[in-house]
């Protein structure tokens, strides 16, 4: 099989995220009215070339759905935004990725409750080469891990990048998993699972012995990101916005983060140009619903240049 010529591929997550906000943080034992209930889809590679597309780029998604209106649902959102899905497998019987996400209004912080059906795991053997190497960056986040750990292999054998969103480990393939990218991108719990350091230099300075990333990065939500480049540590800040909801913000930041090594920026400018889209879909309900356009963020970027 010929395929054309793609951007980026992914493999991995998928989610229908039910959403809801109240007034505050539910305790134990009392009732808490809610003020807005949302479903919105996500999942953490489908938002991130989600956000590729917004910005230009063309993407392909591998993964899988239950045959099931949560599933019909993230199919037609994926299709809405062009990407290509011919290898995305129904299952029937399975019930799709799902996560209820509460989140206190008026603060945009949430916690997430999920579940994902054993049997939506992608299959190594349904796998094939051709399904990663025409792309010029393969994205990842660690989940499917074997099929994923083959996906990297692929690709670095291709010469084509490999970028991972992690932030747990997924099981006993992950460290090998991690050790086949070139751009490790972590969350900030991720570090204290991993290395046992949750400051964030000495933290990123681990992963980085660990793993031997030519670039590893962790993000830190509003206090912004850390970064290694081959032994030089990048710091930045996030940009102050009107946060709504923080769901899906770090799958944006990777997304953009994508954009911007395809389009050969300095690491600097492409981390800048993520903490902007990233906060700029925090100011809307869900995790794809505020992911801006190119032409959004440029003047995003313009305008917090002029006020500085």
Not at 41 to 62: D, E, F, K, N, Q
Not at 89 to 101: D, F, K, L, P, Y
Not at 222 to 238: C, E, N, P, T, W
Not at 294 to 305: C, G, S, T
């Amino acid at each position: 099989m010929i395929l054309p010529t793609i951007d980026v591929v992914g493999l991995g997550l998928n989610a229908i995220d039910t959403i809801c906000v109240g007034s505050r943080f539910p305790r134990p034992n009392i009732k808490n009215r809610l003020s807005n209930v949302r479903l919105e889809p996500g999942g953490m590679v489908a938002t991130a070339l989600t956000t590729c597309r917004r910005l230009g780029l063309s993407a392909r998604y591998i993964g899988s759905v239950g045959s099931d209106d949560w599933g019909r649902a993230q199919l037609a959102s994926l299709r809405a935004e062009n990407l290509d899905l011919r290898f995305v497998r129904t299952v029937e019987g399975a019930t799709s990725q799902m996560a209820v996400i509460i989140l206190e209004d008026g603060v945009g912080e949430r916690t997430i409750l999920w579940h994902r059906d054993p049997k939506l795991t992608f299959p190594v053997e349904e796998l094939h080469r051709e399904m990663i190497v025409d792309a010029k960056i393969l994205h990842l986040d660690g989940c499917d891990a074997a099929a994923a750990l083959q996906a990297a292999r692929w690709a670095r054998e291709a010469g084509i990048p490999v970028v991972i969103d992690i932030d747990q480990f997924h099981d006993e393939t992950t460290d090998d998993l991690l050790r086949s990218v070139d751009y490790l991108i972590a969350a900030e719990d991720f570090s204290a699972q991993s290395v046992g350091i949750t400051e964030p230099e000495e933290a990123v300075r681990a992963l980085e012995a660990k793993y031997g990333c030519p670039v590893t990065g962790i993000t830190l939500g509003a206090h912004g990101a850390i970064f290694s480049d081959r032994g030089k540590i990048l710091r930045s800040s996030a940009f102050k916005v009107p946060v709504v909801d923080t769901t899906g913000a770090g799958d944006v930041f990777r997304g953009a983060f994508i954009y911007g090594l395809l389009q050969e920026w300095a690491l600097p400018d492409l981390i800048r140009f993520s903490h902007a889209t990233a906060g700029m879909k925090c100011t809307q309900l869900g995790a794809r619903r505020g992911i801006p356009t190119i032409a959004q963020v440029r003047d995003f970027l313009e305008q917090a240049q002029e006020a500085q």
